[in-house]
């Protein structure tokens, strides 16, 4: 989506977060000013989807009025296991929700891996991203209730997210009665992605209503080039052989675990959205999701990644999480299951 709307003409800005909001006095039109990323835009509307942060967005344009709501972050941890893992299992498996969520499901990932989690917690900061053994370990417990036979030994990741919800208790869509023209989509906690087709069109009716003049794009691309992605994992000795590939072969695999080739990598790269992370790569093309997390591949993507964006190796951001930190919180899991 990302990639079609740049096709489309949307500029979008990356690591560039809003640090001022405000009201251009004397404009009689009831502009704003906004800063981002250290440059600075006027406009007559701002849509706040800003998730965890959509409390201090909401801070920098309610100077002169009360804080409209409050984002209380409740967190959730997942648990990853190998690819393969989920063999037999073909849907996701959910328990009756509670007042707190939808509950522990166990599923598969469209590569096969089997996925378990998430858990609730409330938090105090949105950064909180911390996983810890025992809820690990009691997130495990809770989905043997639903499917009992997979192997814990194939567990390879645990991460965790930071639902942006809200002391409404419910999606927050209305207009600030602080600043004209700024538009709250805040606390859209879980099923906050199922539901943002439906929200963007109350949205866009919302700021249309509003004056906004939206005219049809004549030239709309409604399709993109379609990504490269690896195929199903390939016989080992193969695999082994094309590790070994001239360096600029688009056959030669980055990602032994993966199975992710030099050609796919540079094709993502080569798109129309800048990839600066290790994490951008990853999500992409998967190299880095395998067994080992990237340690073999991670610094050969690094310097593909600051070659195309033209940055250092040490300018390219993460990877995001700590991977002896995952291995510990693994073992410290599976100890506690014994
Ligand atoms: C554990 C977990 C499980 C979930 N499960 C589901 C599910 O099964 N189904 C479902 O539909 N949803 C699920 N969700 C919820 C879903 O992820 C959220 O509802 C959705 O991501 C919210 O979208 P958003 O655009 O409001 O916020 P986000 O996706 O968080 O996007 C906000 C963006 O704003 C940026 N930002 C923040 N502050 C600033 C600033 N000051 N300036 C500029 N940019 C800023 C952030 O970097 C981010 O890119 C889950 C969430 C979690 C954490």
């Known amino acids: 989506m990302a990639e079609n709307s740049v096709a489309n003409g949307v500029e979008i800005l990356l690591n560039s977060k809003v640090t001022s909001l405000e009201e251009i006095s004397g404009s009689g039109s009831d502009f704003i000013s906004l800063e981002a990323g250290g440059r600075e835009f006027s406009t007559r509307f701002v849509v706040n989807a800003a998730g965890a942060g959509s409390e201090e967005v909401a801070e920098l344009a309610a100077t002169r009025g009360t804080l409209p709501f409050h984002i209380n972050p409740r967190k959730g941890q997942y648990i990853v296991f190998r690819r393969g893992s989920a063999e037999g299992l073909d849907t996701v498996v959910f328990q009756p929700p509670t007042v707190r969520g939808k509950g522990i499901l166990v599923t598969p990932t469209t590569?096969?891996?089997?996925?378990i989690g998430p858990d609730a917690q409330e938090v105090q900061s949105s950064e909180d991203l911390e996983t810890d053994p025992a809820s690990l370990a009691r997130i495990i417990r809770t989905a043997r209730r639903s499917i009992d036979d997979f192997d814990i030994k194939q567990a390879i990741r645990v991460f965790s997210g930071s639902r942006p919800a809200s002391d409404r208790g419910d999606f927050i869509i209305e207009w600030s009665e602080n600043l004209t023209g700024l538009l709250h989509l805040a606390g859209i906690e879980s099923p906050g992605l199922t539901s943002s087709p439906a929200i963007a069109h109350e949205a866009v009716n919302m700021l249309r209503a509003a004056?906004?003049?939206l005219k049809d794009n004549q030239d709309f691309h409604p399709e993109r080039k379609a990504s490269v992605h690896p195929g199903p994992l390939g016989p080992a000795g193969a695999a082994a052989r094309a590790v070994n590939l001239p360096e600029g072969n688009p056959d030669r695999i980055v990602c032994r675990c993966e199975q992710v080739t030099e050609g796919i990598i540079r094709d993502a790269l080569s798109r129309n959205l800048s990839i600066g992370s290790m994490d951008g790569v990853k999500r992409r093309t998967r190299a880095g999701m395998g067994a080992c997390q990237g340690a073999?591949?991670?610094?050969?993507?690094?310097t593909m990644v600051a070659e195309s964006a033209?940055?250092?190796e040490d300018e390219v951001f993460g990877p995001s999480r700590d991977r002896v930190k995952i291995l510990e919180n693994l073992a410290a899991m599976r100890a506690l299951l014994k």
């Open 296 to 302: 073999f591949c991670g610094p050969g993507v690094r």
């Open 211 to 213: 004056g906004l003049i």
């Open 310 to 312: 033209g940055i250092t």
């Open 111 to 115: 590569w096969g891996n089997l996925l």
